[in-house]
T-cell receptor, first 111, second 107 residues
């Protein structure tokens, strides 16, 4: 079945540590996105990529980095510069003009 | 920049009652998308509206896109407990999500 796989489902990070969240899709979609969701809140765009080897900052890119070396993969690194990283992170993909397909998300907690 | 506002933020209904959530944009949208997120889950795409004044139905759900393409609504007829969740609208081009309306249904 086609879809988006995010891993891990739960992640615990120590203060000052970088962590990388994985996002893989087999839908052959060109565009991929990372969103952050805080409890009871909407989705805020972190980064997006419309084609391999190209990506753009979203509304809250500070403290995050991404890469898009393969069409199927769009990993997100949460760096130590992100002061409040505890949140639910959602990866999505789409074809132009279509709705988004979301992964099941990664819940990141700073300990 | 472009903003998408949703109201209400929360809605409590008795099972069988109707429910409506509204989405308003500060700018004209090329299209509007609606998503549902169950508690603890991830958003799932419901529908996309593109044309001015467009109305689409999915069983008990009715979606409308305003004539000026700046607002939209989602109406659920005779809510069921399975309708519980948060409903988001999202406006293109760089998809901007509204904050969502959280629906609670009491059996």
């Amino acid at each position: 079945d086609g879809g988006i796989t995010q891993s891990p489902k739960y992640l615990f990070r120590k203060e000052g540590q970088n962590v990388t969240l994985s996002c893989e899709q087999n839908l052959n979609h060109d565009a991929m996105y990372w969103y952050r969701q805080d409890p009871g809140q909407g989705l805020r765009l972190i980064y997006y990529s419309q084609i391999v080897n190209d990506f753009q900052k979203g509304d809250i890119a500070e403290g995050y980095s991404v890469s898009r070396e393969k069409k199927e993969s769009f990993p997100l690194t949460v760096t130590s510069a992100q002061k409040n990283p505890t949140a639910f992170y959602l990866c999505a993909s789409s074809e132009q003009g279509d709705g988004y397909t979301f992964g099941s998300g990664t819940r990141l907690t700073v300990v | 920049g472009q903003q998408v506002m949703q109201i209400p933020q929360y809605q409590h209904v008795q099972e069988g009652e109707d429910f409506t959530t509204y989405c308003n944009s500060s700018t004209t949208l090329s299209n509007i998308q609606w998503y549902k997120q169950r508690p603890g889950g991830h958003p799932v795409f419901l529908i996309q509206l593109v044309k001015s004044g467009e109305v689409k139905k999915q069983k008990r759900l009715t979606f409308q896109f305003g004539e000026a393409k700046k607002n939209s609504s989602l109406h659920i007829t005779a809510t069921q407990t399975t309708d519980v969740g948060t409903y988001f609208c999202a406006g293109a081009t760089k998809t901007i999500f509204g904050a969502g309306t959280r629906l609670f249904v009491k059996a």
